[in-house]
């Protein structure tokens, strides 16, 4: 089993940058592949980024592509997303999750352990 927190949501003005951090506990997590997903109420739950277990891999999808970056630290169990050029459009509840699989998804379906969420509100 593999927990995860996130944490480092709030509300920020558009433009601004935010850092999430998620922090797993459990079995070896830097074995699993890592992800961001974002959900606003009424949607189904979209990928944000997503990296391998040793960095060497990274996806994202172009509506956030050059603004957000993840990353992480194996020594800390932490996956990072670095949040830029906020946007209100980028509003939602944020989740990160995990998997022991060699490249990441981008689909819900690809992971197996999720966090509780942190939200994120970008005002105009």
């Known amino acids: 089993q593999v927990q995860l927190v996130e944490s480092g949501g709030g509300l920020v003005q558009a433009g601004g940058s935010l850092r999430l951090s998620c922090e797993a506990s459990?079995?070896?997590?830097?074995?699993?592949?890592g992800a961001w997903f974002r959900q606003v109420p009424g949607k189904a739950r979209e990928f944000v980024a997503g990296?391998?277990?040793?960095?060497?891999?990274?996806a994202y999808p172009v509506s956030v592509k050059g603004r957000f970056t993840i990353s992480r630290d194996n020594a800390k169990n932490t996956v990072y997303l670095q949040m830029n050029s906020l946007k209100p459009e980028d509003t939602a509840d944020y989740y990160c999750?995990?998997?022991?699989?060699?490249?990441?998804?981008?689909?819900?379906?690809?992971?197996?352990?999720w966090g509780q969420g942190t939200q994120v509100t970008v005002s105009s």
């Open positions: 999750a995990a998997d022991r699989r060699s490249r990441p998804g981008s689909s819900v379906d690809d992971y197996t352990y």
């Open positions: 459990g079995r070896t997590f830097s074995a699993y592949a």
């Open positions: 990296i391998s277990w040793n960095s060497g891999i990274t």
